[in-house]
């Protein structure tokens, strides 16, 4: 959307690699939730954010107001981490990102 | 268990036929969304609701219309089925409007001959 650009649109990692997903956003936002969408289609939440960072497992999200921003990291990246991952924000409604496919090859 | 069930998961229908898409929610929210996704695209918003009987359109409302007349269902509703309404549907809640978490469902793909 508009108010949120996601980067890069696609990427590719081999197992046991990591990298860094984005989202810019051109207005302030409140709080941001990143999903996974699976090879079966269902939008799995990963994580909801209002500042700061999160952590669970090999997954870490970053949230920062005011520069307007917020990251997901990816490290040892498995298989199951294949699929398309969106970020949503929330200003006075919630905006979606285009998502990010990723692709992790053996 | 927090979750949102809707039915059916796999739907055809016939261009001019009417639609009915069902959603469900156990967590008492009060604000629910209607979001269709084509191939290679994001969520697009097509109705909000923010409680029972207050419904808003969203980004894309024309061509489909919304009913909720309990807190835990949100409908979504084709009148005469175009084949460009080929897509998934997702459905949505949030706690209420200020809640920025969205938990969804598993979608219905629809498919429109």
């Known amino acids: 959307g508009d108010q949120v650009e996601q980067s890069p649109s696609a990427l590719s990692l081999h197992e046991g690699t990591g990298s860094a997903l984005r989202c810019n956003f051109t207005t302030t936002m409140r709080a941001v939730q990143w999903f996974q969408q699976n090879s079966r289609g269902s939008l799995i939440n990963l994580f909801y954010?209002?500042?700061g960072t999160k952590e669970n497992g090999r997954l870490k999200s970053t949230f920062n107001s005011k520069e307007s921003y917020s990251t997901l990291h990816i490290r040892d990246a498995q298989l199951e981490d294949s699929g398309t991952y969106f970020c949503?924000?929330?200003?006075?409604?919630?905006?979606f990102g285009d998502g990010t496919q990723l692709v992790v090859k053996p | 268990d927090m979750k949102v069930t809707q039915m059916p998961r796999y739907l055809i229908k016939r261009m001019g036929e009417n639609v009915l898409l069902e959603c469900g929610q156990d967590m008492s929210h009060e604000t629910m969304y209607w979001y269709r996704q084509d191939p290679g695209l994001g969520l697009q918003l097509i109705y909000i609701?923010?409680?029972?009987?207050?419904?808003s359109e969203g980004d894309i409302p024309k061509g489909y219309r919304v009913s909720r007349k309990k807190r835990e269902h949100f409908s979504l509703i084709l009148d005469s089925a175009k084949t460009n309404q080929t897509s998934v549907y997702f459905c949505?809640?949030?706690?209420?409007?200020?809640?920025?978490?969205?938990?969804f469902g598993s979608g219905t793909r629809l498919t429109v001959l």
């Open positions: 949505a809640s949030s706690r209420d409007i200020s809640a920025e978490t969205l938990y």
């Open positions: 949503a924000a929330a200003y006075n409604r919630i905006f």
């Open positions: 609701s923010y409680d029972v009987d207050s419904n």
């Open positions: 954010l209002a500042s």
